[in-house]
């Protein structure tokens, strides 16, 4: 089965992403039993998908969107119905594929999950499973090491159930039609009648400028606008009052010298010889025996010996050479033999679930400490960082509640916290905002009726990661309805184009048709180009439509078709059909087919799934999609 994820890992991975926001933790019974207890958001056949597990799933979309966001990522902007929506369309996908596992009676066993873990590159270290590594990837996740490996248990279940999809591919016979389609060249030359020449012939209707003012009020509105003044509460501007004393700094230093310690390193060159358990290991220990004693004989011969008999494939070819590493980082026996030699010595034979190693200890690194000087202002940082960390905690409860409570005026708050009154320029509702009004609840405030009619504060908005923000509106400019006269001339451009427009439709369709019965007409042709479905820069999709729509058994054949700057007539001179080439497929060829296949497997894949959904009858409960009550 771990074959199979690994040939096909780049199709199960595609699928993966289509339906995981990754498993809140709880385990698989729970999971697919219902989940944790509250108020439902759907149900999927007879299990329940639970509140709790939404919000979870809702938080880690969030951590997932902060990359992408510079690491910021407003909350507001995942409470709407579109992105909640997509959020329980996948925790329902997900408990559709636990279903499907469960009842399919599919299963990862631990002799399979370790197999799978200790052979991920992402976990190994000069070719070996590396122990701290993984700690270290569970600790990173947040994770114990009992959840982190139910979690990867459940993910193998579900690649299971994919691969009963994923495992089939398109015929080679409709892969090549379709690639016959995207890369057949036609080349063609191009003639653009513009609406501004039709202008001329273009006439209004005496009142058409006022019934599309009339008709149209909203898109002549200027939108409301206002000015704030607004004050900043920031872990920042706490950390700007915060001055550890050399004394802070150097107990902090006398208190944690754990932290500032480098524990000792080795390096170390090793021959392995492998003994696997199922394998010879008399045989083994044979050929280990027979290369130590050569190097009994030429201690200097270790490199050239390596190279020769090592079979580990991430050091072989260095002479064995593992470079530096500290405690904890290689398996036991390995580790223990490693620590026990001196400088240039080289031990007997030592047994690890690999092999027999031959090891000989090439450096040694001494434990040290860094001195107090070098990280005086890493501790004075860190200590800057937690003061105010700790003064910021304790103040933004406190500024909550006074731009709430002294809702008149941000002066008490700014005096109290010894903040700077800032003023913003003109807002306008709906558009473009610079931080802090960049935040959708802060903008939502600001255009309330509290702040606008009644002159308040608005709350205190967490914009950023500690980072509140309180405004109030100073000047208020209601959504106003521009004059007639003012737009009019605006207006009459706007018609007088769309009927020019027409006009060029018109005439072109008309000159498409006398090409095609043959006639010769003067167009101001440009120079010929060849173009592919696949490839067609600085054409419009519906004149790529129009072109390889076009019947061209024979040529010249003409084409036409509506585009931005008017309408375009298109002479096809040559068609080009595209033969599969012998040998190897160029790049272009390969990732067109790629995509080929992955259409078909997402099409497949969501047919498969509303067959899951007649399974197992899906109810999304309504209310779940309505934004949070702010």
């Keep these: 089965m771990f074959d199979i994820v690994r040939n096909n890992r780049r199709f ?162 409709a892969a090549d039609r379709w690639l016959a389609a995207q890369l057949e060249e036609r080349e063609i030359a191009e003639a653009v009648l513009r609406p501004e020449a039709y202008l001329s012939q273009v006439k209004l209707a005496p009142d058409a400028v006022k019934n599309f003012y009339e008709t149209n009020r909203k898109q002549f509105e200027l939108p409301e606008q206002v000015r704030a003044e607004f004050v900043v509460l920031s872990l920042d501007t706490m ?16 208190s944690h010298p754990e932290r500032y310690r480098q524990g000792e390193e080795r390096r170390a060159s090793h021959i392995l010889i492998t003994a696997p358990k199922d394998g010879d290991e008399k ?22 010996l390596a ?33 026990a030699l001196k400088e240039n ?3 007997d034979l030592v047994r690890s679930d690999f092999g027999y190693h031959i090891i000989k200890l090439t450096g040694v690194r001494p434990e040290t400490a860094r ?58 509702r709906g558009g473009q905002a610079t931080p802090p ?32 923000v309180a405004a109030r509106v100073v000047e208020h400019k209601p959504a ?16 007088k184009r769309q009927e020019a427009a027409k006009l060029a439709a018109a005439d072109g369709q008309a000159k498409l048709a006398a090409l095609a019965k043959g006639e010769k007409l003067e167009l101001a042709w440009s120079a010929p180009r060849t173009i592919a479905r696949s490839y067609a820069p600085d054409l419009a999709p519906e004149a790529v439509r129009a072109v390889f729509n076009a019947e061209a058994a024979k040529t010249p054949a003409y084409a036409g078709a509506a585009v931005p700057a008017g309408f375009a007539l298109y002479r096809i001179s040559q068609v080009k059909p595209w033969v599969p080439a012998e040998g190897e497929e160029p790049p272009r060829v390969k990732a067109l087919r790629q995509q080929y296949a992955t259409t078909v497997g997402e099409v497949e894949f969501a047919a498969w799934m509303l067959t899951l959904r007649d399974r197992f009858p899906v109810e999304i409960n309504k209310s779940a999609l309505e934004p949070r009550q702010q």
């Design 437 to 468: 009004f960049a935040n959708a609840k802060l903008m939502s405030g600001i255009f309330s009726d509290d702040a606008i009619k009644n002159k308040r504060n608005t709350e205190a908005v967490e914009v950023a990661p500690n980072t509140l």
């Design 12 to 173: 199960v991975q595609g699928f993966l992403v289509l339906i995981t926001l990754p498993f809140a933790l709880w385990g698989v019974d729970s999971y697919v039993s219902g989940g944790p207890a509250g108020d439902s958001v759907a149900s999927v056949g007879s299990s329940k998908i639970g509140l709790q597990e939404f919000q979870q799933a809702m938080r880690e979309q969030q951590e997932r969107m902060r990359p992408a966001l510079g690491g910021n990522v407003d909350p507001a902007l995942l409470d709407n119905p579109q992105i909640r929506s997509a959020v329980i369309q996948g925790l329902v996908n997900q408990r559709l594929m636990a279903l499907h596992a469960k009842e399919s009676r599919l299963t990862v066993s631990d002799q399979q999950l370790a197999q799978f873990i200790a052979s991920a590159p992402a976990l190994q270290e000069n070719g070996k499973f590396s122990p701290q590594r993984y700690e270290m990837l569970v600790a990173q996740q947040g994770l114990s090491k009992e959840a982190f490996e139910a979690r990867v248990r459940q993910d193998l279940a579900m690649q299971q159930a994919l691969l009963a999809v994923g495992s089939t591919f398109p015929g080679r016979v």
């Design 345 to 347: 010595q080289i031990s």
């Design 283 to 304: 045989a083994a220990r044979a050929k280990a025996e027979e290369v130590l004693a050569q190097l009994r004989k030429n201690p200097g011969d270790f490199e050239k």
């Design 480 to 495: 106003t309805l521009q004059p007639l006269e003012s737009v009019a001339p605006a207006i009459e451009a706007r018609l």
């Design 239 to 254: 950390a700007a009052d915060v001055a550890p004393s050399d004394e802070e700094i150097r107990a902090y230093y006398q």
């Design 307 to 339: 190279k020769q008999h090592s079979q580990d494939p991430g050091s072989a070819a260095n002479g064995g050479d593992l470079n530096w590493f500290g405690r904890g980082m290689m398996v036991p026996p390995f580790e223990q033999a490693v620590f």
């Design 371 to 428: 001195p107090f000087e070098q990280v005086r202002a890493e501790i004075a940082a860190e200590l800057k960082r937690q003061e105010a960390s700790k003064k910021y905690a304790e103040a933004a409860e406190g500024f909550t509640n006074t731009v709430y409570e002294q809702a008149d005026s941000l002066q008490p708050a700014a005096e109290k916290y010894k903040l700077a009154i800032q003023s913003s320029d003109w807002i306008t």
